[in-house]
């Protein structure tokens, strides 16, 4: 019997080898054992085999390297209890990886480490070609607890400048920039560098949003996006009404996000970009300089008593983002502006503009007594938003008309100029009657189709790929 001693990182060291002939026993290098062979009483065996991973420095090694052993390093597997080592060699054979000076022991968070070596009975030499699996054993309360990582030994690692470099995915808009007018044509992409002739997502965030919205496949070429042979992939998103058939403007200014996705067996490949909608006649101008026009609108101009029953949707834009803002309403036959509170329960949840400066929802007539929506009293109705923004008062109106589809609609009559907001002081808490209210708004962004008010991905507004283009 001879005694190899071999020093590693940290100090580890290798143990002893038994030599019979030409036979090549490994040793192990291992990190210093802990003093606690106590497992932890709350796991069992059958844990640490789900959790127990050990692996290689490397899966393939040049047979020059494996000279200074090959490096190993294992988690999940139970704390502070000794384990053992076994190697499988290319022709099948088992030699068991040991150190006679000292166990070896998993530290404290379940980590083992080392480093495997060959030792003839001379010196280290080489691990002959061909393929191994190391092989990592514990023994918790008389149940075995394993795992197993295979590498190879090559004569010689193939060039690195040879190597595959992994493909970037990279995707492109055009236009970048466009205005809502010239959206009607759509906004053309295309990507490199995805898994060839293989399926991917087209999905869209629109401005005010978070949520990803899918974006099917309107071309002639089916309802499912495949990239070509060389992995290219392109095509056309375009804003379409179902109600019509045909592409229209894009809901709304602001900044999108285009995003395509491939899923390659179980590997996910994904490249995003973004273009915006708005005006932008004038780049030199400073930010801020022109004051935005608040402008708000309702869905008709005129509502039949049972049309109300759903509410009556408005929006608005042009102001202040993400700020609270107040909403009030002439009733038929009053002079005064009432204020709205955003439920018939809660007259303290406040309402916040869109990040885009956008205000948007549903007013709906309650009953306070029962809590069921009611129709509208018959008439001409006023709407007005206000904000107020370090001391100024951002305002827009709108009107619209109830009546029964007999009756041809009433002239709206314009808003008395000298009427500031104010509390209806007729309507007070203690009134339990019939009250006007503001049902929560949607959380995606509502949008004007055909003269409507639609509510996207919900209506008749759908974002499609209309068509094809060569990449």
């Given amino acids: 019997m001879t005694i190899s001693r071999k020093r590693t990182a940290g100090a580890a060291l290798a143990g002893s080898a038994l030599v019979a002939a030409a036979v090549f026993t490994p040793v192990a290098a291992y990190a210093a054992p802990a003093d606690d062979t106590q497992t932890n009483e709350n796991a069992s065996a059958v844990d640490y085999n789900e959790t127990a991973a050990i692996a290689t420095t490397a899966l393939d090694y040049a047979q020059a390297e494996t000279l200074e052993g090959v490096g190993y390093t294992g988690t999940g597997f139970a ?50 070609l061909g393929t191994y699996e190391l092989i990592a054993v514990q023994d918790v309360d008389g149940e075995e607890v394993s795992n197993s990582v295979a590498f190879t030994v090559v004569e010689e690692l193939e060039d690195n400048e040879d190597a595959e470099t992994p493909v970037e995915q990279t995707l492109t808009v055009e236009p970048t920039e466009s205005t809502l007018e010239d959206s009607v044509e759509g906004f053309n992409f295309s990507g490199t560098g995805f898994a060839p002739d293989a399926g991917y997502t087209v999905e869209l965030q629109v401005p005010g949003s978070d949520e990803w919205l899918p974006v099917p496949d309107m071309s002639e070429a089916g309802d499912a996006f495949v990239t070509d042979a060389d992995g290219n992939l392109a095509g056309t998103v375009n804003y379409f009404n179902q109600d019509t058939g045909e592409t229209t403007e894009f809901p709304a200014e602001g900044d999108y996000q285009l995003r395509v996705t491939q899923d390659v067996d179980g590997e ?104 069921d929506p009611i129709e509208f009293p018959e008439g001409a109705y006023q709407v007005r938003v206000t904000q107020e923004v370090d001391g100024e008062t951002l305002a827009a109106e709108a009107s619209f008309t109830v009546a029964e589809a007999t009756t041809e609609p009433t002239e709206t009559a314009d808003p008395t100029e000298t009427a500031a907001p104010t509390e209806d002081e007729s309507s007070n808490n203690g009134n339990k009657g019939d009250e006007l209210a503001q049902t929560g708004a949607d959380d995606m962004l509502p949008v004007f189709l055909a003269g409507g008010l639609v509510l996207m991905a919900a209506g008749a507004g759908l974002f499609v790929v209309r068509r094809r283009m060569e990449a």
Avoid: H, K, R
């Fill in 79 to 128: 704390p502070n209890v000794a384990f053992s080592l076994q190697m499988v060699l290319p022709d099948g054979s088992v030699l068991d990886v040991d150190d006679e000076d000292a166990a070896q022991i998993a530290d404290a968070d379940g980590a083992i480490s080392g480093s495997v070596v060959l030792n003839d009975g001379t010196g280290d030499v080489v691990f002959p």
């Fill in 268 to 371: 996910v490949l994904m490249a995003v970009s973004s273009f915006t909608i708005g005006a932008t006649e004038d780049d030199d101008e400073t930010p801020g300089e022109e004051e935005a026009t608040q402008t708000l609108g309702v869905e008709q101009e005129t509502y039949t008593p049972a049309e109300t029953l759903e509410g009556v949707e408005y929006f608005g834009e042009g102001f202040a983002p993400s700020t609270a803002f107040q909403l009030w309403v002439i009733m038929p036959g009053e002079t005064e502006w009432t204020e709205v509170t955003d439920t018939p329960t809660d007259e303290s949840n406040e309402q916040v503009s869109n990040g885009e400066g956008q205000v948007y929802g549903a007013l709906t007539y309650y009953n306070l007594e029962t809590g």
